[in-house]
């Protein structure tokens, strides 16, 4: 029987060579090109940005947010879900390959790289840096020992009852620890040893000095501070004082204040400049009221930071339809004192498009009791819907206004025109009457003046 699948690639691998062998002859029998013609296609490739095979390899070998390379030498047609550059819980997304000098970069800084390590990785140097002295000065008060005979029971010996490593070791924990048994102890007979015993004592207070200066660093980060500021789950775009706002929602789940607090935003976005050159993550301030203060907040219930999107914002162009499309991220920042500590602390959040909600406000959080104010936190999340929000971008919006402002201005100033017109026809008109009667009234008593014409 015959094999359906096989006689099919056949049939295609036949076919697929055909094509080629007539494109290779189409390029062959090409005529050739004239002078103008080929200084024309050398001054095209000499100014055009980049090649086709550059093109190739950006997208092969950059990680393109869209999800159209995966940089790693293949190019990916599928829509894939956007990336975070810092995630919901403030950790940026992001790691370091290809470090020279990685390991000496972090030893020169060791006290930051200590305070920087996991709490087991610290308990792992603090055992570490105990025994490993230990060890080397006990090491070194043995080599004493076996130098000066102390094995050999003699008369004079330097360390009293130190006869094995074991017994030296004990010394040295005792020596450093300020144990003091008394049971070992150092001669007069041999200054080598009275030099080990200030030395090792020395380098006990510098290793304690460190090991409590660094885990003592460590638990007054302020860095779990930031479990108890929140930020609310999705961002919003609604009317706000007539004007189109982006707005998200900050809270301190502590009664304890943050002093100085203040809150920022960028947006993250790729881009391509006019020469070509491809900016993967570039980043725009947002405005949230530096200028005028409003950064600044008092962060004793949730508040909602809002940017005005006018014509000095990255979203003044971006509808509702256009924001469904969109790729980006919005990276929130809130900053401000720990009041018990008086240290910096930074807590973080992102929103990407899909988590801005177009047309939605926030649900109240904060409600007036009889003698106080209550915060109900189960609503910090929650948005509701305002249908009467504007589907279109902020600049249609403002030509809008623009428009019906001038029109409702020159129907205004018509208006006018025609009631002065009026008030002088009426104006006009009364005169007339009035002379007409004048005159009616002169003809009466000139008739009554003539001669023949008595009253009675």
């Known amino acids: 029987m015959f094999n359906i699948a096989d006689d099919q690639q056949r049939i295609s691998l036949m076919r697929f060579f055909q094509k080629l062998r007539l494109f290779s002859q189409a390029d062959v029998e090409q005529p050739p090109q004239t002078e103008a013609e080929a200084m024309g296609s050398v001054r095209a490739h000499r100014y055009s940005i980049v090649s086709s095979e550059e093109d190739g390899m950006k997208l092969a070998t950059i990680a393109v947010p869209n999800g ?3 940089g790693q030498g293949k190019v990916s047609t599928r829509q894939q879900p956007q990336s975070r550059f810092v995630k919901k819980d403030g950790h940026c997304n992001v790691q370091f390959v290809n470090m020279s000098e990685k390991g000496q970069r972090y030893l020169a800084d060791i006290f930051t790289t200590c305070v920087d390590v996991r709490w087991r990785w610290m308990m792992l140097i603090f055992c570490l840096s105990f025994l490993l002295s230990w060890l080397f000065f006990g090491c070194a008060f043995w080599l004493v020992a076996i130098f000066y ?21 004990l010394f040295s924990v005792e020596t450093q620890t300020t144990i003091g048994y008394g049971y070992r102890y150092v001669t007069e007979e041999c200054p080598v040893a009275v030099f080990m015993v200030v030395f090792q004592s020395i380098v006990g207070c510098i290793i304690d000095a460190f090991i409590i200066g660094a885990v003592m660093a460590k638990m007054a980060k302020p860095k779990k501070r930031n479990e108890t500021l929140v930020f609310s789950y999705h961002a919003t775009i609604a009317m706000r004082d007539g004007k189109l706002c982006l707005m998200w929602r900050v809270g301190n789940l502590r009664k304890s204040h943050l002093v100085e607090a203040h809150v920022r935003a960028q947006l993250l976005k790729s881009r391509t400049t006019a020469e070509g050159e491809f900016i993967p993550l570039d980043q725009m301030d947002i405005d949230v009221g530096f200028d005028s203060g409003l950064d600044r907040i008092f962060l004793v219930s949730p508040i909602t930071i809002v940017h005005e999107i006018d014509e000095g914002s990255p979203f003044y162009d971006v509808s509702k339809q256009e924001l469904e499309s969109s790729q980006f991220e919005i990276v929130v920042i809130l900053e401000g004192m720990v009041e018990a500590t008086a240290m910096t602390t930074q807590c973080r959040s992102s929103y990407v498009a899909s988590e801005v909600l177009w047309g939605h406000r926030f649900e109240p959080v904060l409600f007036e009791e009889r003698s106080y104010y209550k915060v109900d936190y189960s609503h910090f999340h929650k948005t509701y819907e305002v249908p009467s929000t504007p589907l279109c971008s902020a600049r249609e919006l403002a030509e809008r206004k623009y428009v019906s402002s001038s029109s409702n201005s020159f129907c205004y100033e018509n208006e006018l025109a025609l009631m002065d017109k009026d008030e002088e026809e009426e104006e006009d008109s009364g005169g007339r009457q009035r002379g007409a009667r004048g005159d009616q009234h ?6 009554r003046a003539q001669p023949g014409h008595d009253a009675s």
């Open 442 to 447: 002169g003809r009466r008593v000139g008739l």
């Open 149 to 169: 005979g102390d094995l050999e029971n003699s008369p004079q010996k330097c360390v009293s009852n130190v006869n094995s490593f074991t017994t030296a070791f």
């Open 68 to 70: 159209y390379g995966n």
